[in-house]
């Protein structure tokens, strides 16, 4: 057992004692998703998009959330005013690139954003990251298809890149500063509700928010979502992914330190 495992279960108790306010700018598809989401877990949200704003609201925010689900010219821009404000108040960055590689238009904007603004951690699926790093990968819209291999993704678009990582699928892959977690948590029913995805990316910004170590608030925010999803799993196998989508929102509610020791699933290496 080392120091960061011993302490995963942690964060989320820090998290809730904080209230840390996220600013998102995300996609229409999954704003109030997110929002209710992040207000389960115990955090705050705000979405804020105009260029007049996004500067201030970056700049009292606890963390900044990008996602490029639904972008359009005026929320690049936008990101981008955000970003260099959060830089400057040193409020950490989540870029979500979803989709990147669909479309050329969407793997210009996040190399445009990555060139302006300093990123804290780059969240997708495998193809999305692989993508934006210019490592051969297929997507399909905004999911990824063929692609198993999220270690060596992670492990080769972090060098690349020179950015912290999380690569999610059926198992998660977060690497910052040299170390990588492994994290087998989750459920294949998250793949069936649109925004789990996006959801994690803006949850990753709040336990990032109270947390410097990127590699531990990154490896808590991955467990404590993936075991909410299992929770929520059990709790409606009989109905489907409505259920599960509200279950889900009551799991991030409830879940506390003794189910995250209890349920967690990491493995930690050294020198990735
Ligand atoms: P995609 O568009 O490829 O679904 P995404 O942005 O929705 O990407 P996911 O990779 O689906 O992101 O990750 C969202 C959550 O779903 C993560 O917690 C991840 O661990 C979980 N997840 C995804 N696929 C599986 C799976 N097959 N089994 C268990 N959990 C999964
Ligand atoms: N289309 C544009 S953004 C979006 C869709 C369906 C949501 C993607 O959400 P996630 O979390 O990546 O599945
Ligand atoms: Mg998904
Ligand atoms: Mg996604």
């Not at 960061?4 to 108790?13: F, G, H, K, L, R």
């Not at 009551?250 to 050294?270: F, G, Q, S």
Request: proline letters at 3%; hydrophobic letters at 45%.
């Amino acid at each position: 057992m080392n120091e960061t495992y011993e302490m995963i279960p942690n964060v989320i108790t820090k998290l809730r004692k904080r209230v840390p306010l996220i600013h998102n700018i995300t996609n229409v598809v999954v704003t109030n998703f997110t929002a209710n989401g992040l207000l389960a877990l115990g955090a705050s949200p705000v979405m804020a998009y105009a260029k007049e704003e996004v500067a201030d609201m970056a700049t009292i925010a606890d963390a900044l959330v990008l996602n490029i689900g639904t972008l359009t010219a005026e929320n690049v821009e936008s990101m981008i005013i955000a970003g260099k404000a959060a830089n400057v108040a040193n409020t950490p960055v989540i870029l979500d690139p979803v989709g990147a590689g669909a479309t050329s238009y969407r793997t210009e904007s996040v190399h445009r954003i990555m060139k302006e603004v300093e990123i804290t951690l780059l969240r997708g699926n495998a193809a999305e990251i692989a993508n934006v790093a210019g490592i051969k990968a297929e997507v399909r819209g905004v999911d990824s298809v063929n692609v198993h291999n999220n270690r060596g993704i992670a492990i080769e678009a972090s060098q690349l890149l020179q950015v912290p990582v999380v690569i999610t699928g059926e198992q998660d892959v977060a690497l910052a500063n040299g170390k990588l977690t492994l994290i087998r948590n989750g459920h294949e029913m998250l793949t069936k509700v649109t925004g789990t995805g996006c959801l994690l990316s803006a949850i990753l910004g709040a336990f990032i928010a109270v947390e410097d170590d990127i590699l531990l608030a990154s490896t808590a925010a991955l467990v404590t979502y993936g075991i909410a999803a299992e929770l929520a799993f059990e709790k409606t196998k009989e109905e489907g992914p409505g259920s599960f989508q509200i279950e889900l929102l009551n799991r991030l509610a409830k879940i506390n330190e003794a189910d995250i020791k209890k349920w967690m699933k990491v493995e930690i290496e050294k020198g990735a």
